[in-house]
Structures are given as structure tokens and as C-alpha cells.
Nanobody
């Protein structure tokens, strides 16, 4: 079993920045690593995903503001979020898919953008 431990959420003012981290509890054969978010009353949506080959995909509304990256040695994926907007408020979930097709989710971390 793999545990994904997230950190970095919190309260930030509009225009501010946060960096989310997600560390896997052990070395795994990763296929994709990504971040999803779910706002109250809305469906969970893909924010950013990073493939094994380093291809990235972003939600249109975060393009140019968010950057996904990883540290393979630490089995960690990051989401740098800049120029945050109130509409970015949500619970952010780390998602890891391994080569076998098994998908793991983090516990979620709250991001609140408010003045």
C-alpha cells in the first residue's frame, strides 16, 4: 500500500502564492502524478498532471499561474500556485497512477483564497 502525504495548503490573499507538496510513502513505479481540486458543490476537476515522460497538462483557468513539477528521488510532486484567485478555493488532492494502473489519492489539503 502507498500513502500520499500532502502539505502546503492554507489561507492566502488574492494574488498570493502557495506551494503544495505530495510525497509518496515509498518508491513506486509512477506513470502519472497530478493534482485535482474540488470546490463546495462542484465536481472534482483535474488541475495539472505530469506524465512519466514529463508531458504536462493544465486546466485552462490555471495556465500561466500554476506549475507542476516532481522530484523523482523523493517520490514527490509539487504544485506551485501563483496569482491565486478566489475561484481557486477548493480542496486539492494529489493523484498518482502507477504503471500497473492502480491509482492512489492523497487525503486532500484545503486552499482558501480570500481577503
Amino acid at each position: 500500500q502507498v500513502q500520499l502525504v500532502e502539505s502546503g495548503g492554507g489561507l492566502v490573499q488574492p494574488g498570493g502564492s502557495l506551494r503544495l507538496s505530495c510525497a509518496a510513502s515509498r518508491s513506486i513505479n509512477i506513470y502519472t502524478m497530478g493534482w485535482y481540486r474540488q470546490a463546495p458543490g462542484k465536481q472534482r476537476e483535474l488541475v495539472a498532471i505530469l506524465s512519466r515522460g514529463s508531458d504536462t497538462t493544465y486546466l485552462d483557468s490555471v495556465l500561466g499561474r500554476f506549475t507542476i513539477s516532481r522530484d523523482n528521488a523523493q517520490n514527490t510532486v509539487y504544485l506551485q500556485m501563483n496569482s491565486l484567485k478566489p475561484e481557486d478555493t477548493a480542496v486539492y488532492y494529489c493523484n498518482v497512477k502507477i504503471i500497473s494502473g492502480v491509482v492512489y489519492w492523497g487525503q486532500g489539503t484545503q486552499v482558501t483564497v480570500s481577503s
